[in-house]
């Protein structure tokens, strides 16, 4: 059984950044895709950014100021957030695709979230203006 364990979240400032980790265990057959996702309170939740081999996609809220990236392994996540805004404020979920053996980075981030079959837990980012 596949678990992903996410961590970093926080509180900080309009203007601050913060780093989110994700860890994953359990693989039986390793992801082609891994993304973030992120629902804030009363909203539906949003594709942040996927990554595979190929590349990377991201949100246009978040273009220029998050950055994904993974370990080669595949069994570590990152989103680094910059320049963070109160829109930002969500919890963030860390999810992979190990049934698809296709390429996500050219996927728009919301598209591709019915692709995913293991979630994390999630963990909350909270930015004050």
């Known amino acids: 059984q596949v678990q992903l364990v996410e961590s970093g979240g926080g509180s900080v400032e309009a203007g601050g950044s913060l780093r989110l980790s994700c860890a994953a265990s359990?693989?039986?057959?390793?992801?082609?895709?891994l993304g973030w996702f992120r629902q804030a309170p009363g909203k539906e939740r949003e594709g942040v950014a996927l990554?595979?081999?190929?590349?990377?996609s991201y949100v246009d809220s978040v273009k220029g100021r998050f950055t994904i990236a993974m370990e080669n392994d595949k069994k570590s996540l990152y989103l680094q957030m910059n320049s963070l805004k109160p829109e930002d404020t969500a919890m963030y979920y860390c999810a992979v695709d190990t049934v698809h053996t296709t390429w996500c980075s050219s996927a728009y981030p919301q598209h591709y979230a019915g692709n995913m079959n293991y979630w994390g837990e999630g963990t909350l980012v909270t930015i004050s203006s």
């Open positions: 359990g693989y039986t057959n390793r992801p082609y895709c």
């Open positions: 990554i595979d081999t190929a590349g990377e």
